[in-house]
């Protein structure tokens, strides 16, 4: 009886220290499973004219995912015209679509019913369903924000306005007169609520602005993308979906790839936004000197690069621009040691770039691009504002509205 005790007593041991043992490893297991997630969320607002570029994007998404690993999460979240489909999440894996659910799936509602990519609880509902069901370690989340872009452009956020600068959406009433943004300092609002991004990448137009990359410094380490007007088209994801779950200088490969995709035609950077403040500091320093030299004057922009045209429906005037080259800017104005110095910083922002002398824009470039050349050294691929004359077309509203944003308290103000 004795020796059966001990016996019986030796077997719970093992039985305990491999359930133990077995425990440990699931938990190795786990542990390592999560350490190596990564998610990558390609957040499509296309209820707007850009519809008809969201199929062909969702086949290289999927073409592009049969070559992720086992733990790298692809979702898309996907806003378009189609009559009776909500708008949806889901992960991609291996080529195809899987666990797919709508927004009240989702438990997510809109502020107006009208369910628009747009709205700010739509953003953030949709972001936060998808980063807690597929939950990455380290900081591995990726955003790619896919759609029209503005820049900075801001108006007010109300019903009906045609507000700026990211994600045009038409709303339930099908059409331009509808159309709705989110404001660049409301997106940063968002994604300051929502697990910190590795990077943001944007493929929508204009959107590689000092104003809007201060604005967003908080919120991700990268981010990529062209100050200008890209090509409907817009990235080939099937050539970068790798390179959006990559590490080390993977926004050197997005942007290389994506640069030879369009044969060359599109400016492209990417920031590391933890030198913004540096290069915000170094801004207001270089805009002092600029100041004292212009006597009060408005700068003159005469033969700078710019990235975008607002007035397209009206006769060409090239002062009618916000979207200068920063560089380009204080190549122009600045002494040659004050563009140096300022330079230095730029470069360590601005951590990869690629130059274009031309790019696909919504009229042709003999019509818009014919006033300035480019070559690499004007070229930064980073915009900045610079306010001009109130009298001129729009300038006293942008002059305004460029008070928005913490890139005006931080660097603009001393030009009051």
Excluded at 82 to 97: C, M, S, T, Y
Excluded at 151 to 171: M, P, Q, T
Excluded at 245 to 273: E, Q
């Amino acid at each position: 009886m004795k020796t059966n005790i001990f016996s019986v007593a030796a077997l719970v041991m093992v039985v305990l220290m491999t359930a133990c043992d077995n425990e440990d490893n699931w938990s190795d297991r786990r542990s390592a499973k999560v350490s190596d997630a990564k998610t990558v969320l390609v957040y499509i607002a296309g209820r707007n004219d850009l519809t008809t570029a969201v199929e062909p994007d969702l086949k290289e998404i999927k073409e592009g995912s049969k070559k992720l690993g086992p733990n790298d999460n692809l979702l898309v979240f996907v806003r378009r015209y189609n009559d009776g489909v909500q708008p949806w999440l889901a992960r991609i894996k291996n080529g195809e679509v899987t666990d797919s659910v709508s927004l009240s799936d989702m438990g997510v509602t809109s502020s107006d019913g009208e369910q628009r990519a747009s709205d700010p609880a739509v953003m953030e509902g949709v972001m936060r369903y998808a980063y807690s069901h597929y939950p990455a370690d380290n900081g591995n989340y990726g955003l790619v924000l896919w759609s029209h872009g503005s820049g900075w452009l801001i108006k007010n956020e109300v019903k009906r306005a045609s507000n700026r600068a990211f994600g045009a959406d038409y709303g339930n009433l099908n059409g331009a007169s509808d159309v709705r943004w989110i404001n660049i300092p409301t997106l940063a609002n968002v994604l300051k609520s929502l697990p910190h991004l590795k990077y943001i990448m944007f493929d929508c137009c204009c959107m590689m602005c000092l104003e809007n990359l201060y604005e967003l410094r908080s919120v991700a380490d990268y981010l990529i993308g062209s100050p200008a007007e890209i090509p409907g088209q817009g990235a080939p994801y099937d050539k970068i979906m790798t390179d959006l779950f990559g590490d080390g200088n993977f926004y050197a490969n997005i942007i290389d790839k994506y640069h030879k995709s369009v044969s060359g035609w599109l400016p492209l950077s990417a920031v590391k936004t933890s030198e913004m403040e540096q290069l915000a500091q170094a801004t207001r320093q270089a805009l002092q000197v600029v100041k004292e030299n212009q006597d009060g004057a408005y700068a003159d922009m005469t033969g700078l690069i710019h990235y975008f045209y607002t007035n397209r429906y009206g006769e060409f005037d090239p002062q009618y621009c916000i979207f200068y080259d920063a560089g380009d800017f204080f190549l122009k104005h600045a002494p040659q040691d004050v563009y140096q110095q300022w330079k230095q910083a730029l470069d360590k922002a601005v951590v990869e770039r690629r130059t274009a002398t031309m790019w696909d824009v919504y009229n042709s470039w003999t019509d818009y691009y014919t006033d300035f050349n480019v070559t690499d050294q004007k070229m930064h691929c980073v915009s900045m504002f610079v306010p001009q004359d109130p009298a001129q077309r729009n300038y006293a509203r942008y002059n305004e509205d460029i008070k928005q944003f913490e890139w005006y308290n931080a660097v603009l103000s001393m030009l009051r």
